[in-house]
């Protein structure tokens, strides 16, 4: 169905996942109808799992520059978190990270924070919000199969009944038309298939991939962890010339903490159960081991491998008008670094804000949009194949002079950052998405770079004494060799 020019345009969403739902709650003030097309038999009501999101056996670290920006979506989604349990952990004091430069100092105000929950729990107030949206409606159980239109304008979208529990869907594909096509399909997105198959534009795509792989399980917190703790990160470190290795603990709803474990090519983690906590052990610093040696373990170990850093550059190709592309389906990063959702969120807020300009319908509303939600994405990209690039094996472009310096120049930043309230803040705007990159090559932050730390470095994690209580209590199980605060 065009829309006729006095009527409000019909737009079809592609895939119900959180882009999906974001980009449904960015233009439903401006359009008439959204049709939103999930190949999932369902979307569940309650934050439970379902077949197409098994990233949501991981844990998932959302910042506060997505969780602003989702916020400022739908507002009141916060607090739909935090009434089902979800954490909102306070930066830099919530956080005991050991990074590449040393401990982070956590006796800083608090400037920032993350959103500690279980995947399911975050998408399910997103999608319960969006779908209770007047003019946003859902249909399961369908696959897109192609574009309907030319290299022109695309007009609609091909879809077929989804087969489901192994058994094929009868029927072939059916036309729903659409003013404008919005695909969310995520990592495995079809649309650079899709446009060429229409006549449409080839588009240009860089891959770096580290080889990441994760081992994910989660844990019932110790008696007296269960709320106010801290988020525990290990991560590797990208300038030594070995496979990185990271290990994080999120404090999640119902008192659990979900774990996450993960290598680059040559340091994957196993799948193996006994094996889990042994890992943890092998990473910079053994303080994820010590604090689960003191935990138990409530599911099995699940594993994902599907982590390369993917740019399609959409905004460059000359898209046919009415067909936006979002979320992963753009560009999908190593989850490391935990900038997906938040990434999403924030080229949501940007679509929001082309679509408050131009008519959603109008000839250049969609290469504008799609330069817009391109901004924040490639900050995030230029985050993670910043660091991804040096890792060994890793496939795509190796790093050059230009990839070097920049290196150390973060380095000399994170550096300073262990003993730089200032920096600190400003590293922080950054990590989480706040502000732009280009915040740290201010004068402030150059000269505050260029001085060093005003603190001296920490000789290990700085804890509560209910934290350090917590890991002077016997292990629950033995594979512990080496004392919590022991820097390797
Ligand atoms: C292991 C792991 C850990 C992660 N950790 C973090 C983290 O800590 N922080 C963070 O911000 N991000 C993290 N991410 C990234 C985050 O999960 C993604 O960025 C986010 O889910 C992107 O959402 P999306 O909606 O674009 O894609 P998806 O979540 O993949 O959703 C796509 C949807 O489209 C549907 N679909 C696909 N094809 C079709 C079709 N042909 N027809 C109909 N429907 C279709 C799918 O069923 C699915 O529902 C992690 C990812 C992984 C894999």
Same mark, same amino acid.
């Given at each position: 169905?065009?829309?006729h020019p006095s *009527?409000?345009?019909?737009?079809?969403? +592609?895939? $119900?996942?959180?882009?999906?739902? @974001? %980009? #449904?709650a !960015?233009?439903?003030?401006?359009?008439?109808e959204?049709?939103?097309?999930?190949?999932?038999?369902?979307?569940?009501?309650t934050?439970?799992?379902?077949?197409?999101?098994?990233?949501?056996?991981?844990?998932?670290?959302?910042?506060?520059?997505? *969780?602003?920006?989702?916020e400022?979506? +739908?507002? $009141?989604?916060?607090?739909?978190? @935090? %009434? #089902?349990? !979800?954490?909102?952990?306070?930066?830099?004091n919530g956080?005991?990270?050991?990074?590449?430069?040393?401990?982070?100092?956590?006796?800083?105000?608090?400037t920032?924070?993350?959103?500690?929950?279980?995947?399911?729990?975050?998408?399910?107030?997103?999608?319960?919000?969006?779908?209770?949206?007047?003019?946003?409606?859902?249909?399961?159980?369908?696959?897109?199969?192609?574009?309907?239109?030319?290299?022109?304008?695309?007009?609609?979208?091909?879809?077929?009944?989804?087969a489901h529990?192994?058994?094929?869907?009868?029927?072939?594909?059916?036309?729903?038309?659409?003013?404008?096509?919005v695909?969310?399909?995520?990592?495995?997105?079809?649309?650079?298939?899709?446009?060429?198959?229409?006549?449409?534009p080839?588009?240009?795509?860089t891959?770096?991939?580290?080889?990441?792989?994760?081992?994910?399980?989660?844990?019932r917190?110790?008696?007296?962890?269960?709320?106010?703790?801290?988020?525990?990160?290990?991560?590797?470190?990208?300038?030594?010339?070995?496979?990185?290795?990271?290990?994080?603990?999120?404090?999640?709803?119902?008192?659990?903490?979900?774990?996450?474990?993960?290598?680059t090519?040559?340091?994957?983690?196993?799948?193996?159960?006994?094996?889990?906590?042994?890992?943890?052990?092998?990473?910079?610093?053994?303080?994820?081991?010590?604090?689960?040696?003191r935990?138990?373990?409530?599911?099995?170990?699940?594993?994902?491998?599907?982590?390369a850093?993917?740019?399609?550059?959409?905004?460059?190709?000359?898209?046919?008008?009415?067909?936006?592309?979002?979320?992963?389906?753009?560009?999908?990063?190593?989850?490391?670094?935990?900038h997906?959702?938040s990434?999403?969120?924030?080229?949501?807020?940007?679509?929001?804000?082309?679509?408050a300009?131009?008519?959603?319908?109008?000839?250049?509303?969609?290469?504008?949009?799609?330069?817009?939600?391109?901004?924040?994405?490639?900050a995030?990209?230029?985050?993670?194949?910043?660091?991804?690039?040096?890792?060994?094996?890793?496939?795509?472009r190796k790093p050059?002079?230009?990839?070097?310096l920049?290196?150390?120049?973060?380095?000399?930043?994170?550096h300073t950052?262990?003993?730089?309230?200032?920096v600190?803040?400003?590293?922080?705007?950054?990590?989480?998405?706040?502000?732009?990159?280009?915040i740290?090559?201010?004068?402030?932050?150059?000269?505050?770079?260029?001085?060093?730390?005003?603190?001296?470095?920490?000789d290990?994690?700085?804890?509560?004494?209910r934290?350090?209580?917590?890991?002077?209590?016997?292990?629950?199980?033995?594979?512990?060799?080496?004392?919590?605060?022991?820097?390797?």
């Amino acid at each position: 169905m065009t829309s006729h020019p006095s *009527a409000l345009p019909r737009v079809v969403v +592609l895939g $119900g996942g959180l882009a999906g739902t @974001l %980009a #449904a709650a !960015a233009l439903a003030p401006h359009v008439g109808e959204i049709l939103i097309v999930e190949r999932d038999s369902a979307l569940p009501q309650t934050p439970a799992p379902r077949a197409r999101l098994p990233q949501a056996a991981h844990a998932h670290t959302l910042w506060a520059g997505g *969780a602003d920006a989702m916020e400022e979506l +739908l507002p $009141g989604v916060t607090t739909d978190w @935090l %009434a #089902a349990g !979800a954490h909102r952990i306070p930066i830099p004091n919530g956080m005991v990270s050991f990074s590449p430069a040393g401990w982070y100092r956590r006796s800083w105000d608090p400037t920032h924070y993350v959103i500690g929950a279980g995947r399911d729990l975050i998408d399910w107030a997103v999608r319960r919000r969006v779908l209770g949206m007047p003019n946003v409606g859902l249909r399961t159980r369908t696959k897109i199969t192609g574009l309907a239109g030319d290299g022109a304008r695309v007009r609609g979208v091909y879809v077929e009944q989804a087969a489901h529990d192994g058994q094929e869907a009868p029927g072939g594909p059916s036309l729903v038309e659409a003013d404008l096509v919005v695909d969310a399909t995520g990592r495995g997105s079809k649309s650079t298939r899709w446009l060429l198959d229409i006549g449409g534009p080839e588009v240009r795509e860089t891959v770096v991939d580290a080889g990441v792989r994760y081992a994910s399980r989660r844990y019932r917190a110790p008696e007296g962890a269960e709320t106010d703790w801290p988020v525990v990160h290990i991560p590797a470190d990208p300038r030594q010339a070995r496979p990185g290795l990271f290990a994080t603990i999120i404090p999640i709803e119902d008192g659990q903490w979900h774990v996450s474990l993960s290598g680059t090519r040559g340091g994957e983690p196993a799948s193996r159960e006994e094996l889990f906590e042994e890992f943890a052990r092998g990473v910079r610093h053994p303080l994820v081991a010590d604090l689960l040696a003191r935990a138990e373990p409530i599911s099995d170990v699940s594993v994902y491998a599907r982590t390369a850093n993917h740019r399609r550059q959409f905004e460059r190709a000359g898209l046919p008008e009415g067909f936006l592309v979002v979320g992963d389906a753009t560009t999908s990063l190593n989850p490391v670094y935990g900038h997906g959702m938040s990434a999403a969120a924030l080229g949501a807020l940007a679509l929001r804000g082309q679509a408050a300009r131009t008519p959603v319908a109008a000839a250049g509303f969609t290469s504008r949009a799609q330069r817009a939600m391109a901004r924040p994405t490639a900050a995030a990209w230029l985050l993670a194949v910043g660091q991804d690039r040096f890792y060994p094996g890793a496939i795509g472009r190796k790093p050059n002079l230009a990839d070097r310096l920049s290196s150390q120049y973060v380095h000399r930043l994170v550096h300073t950052a262990t003993g730089n309230g200032m920096v600190v803040k400003r590293v922080t705007d950054v990590v989480t998405l706040r502000k732009p990159a280009g915040i740290l090559a201010g004068p402030a932050v150059l000269l505050a770079a260029a001085l060093g730390p005003r603190k001296p470095r920490l000789d290990g994690p700085e804890l509560t004494a209910r934290e350090q209580e917590v890991l002077a209590r016997p292990p629950l199980r033995s594979a512990e060799t080496s004392s919590a605060t022991d820097p390797r």
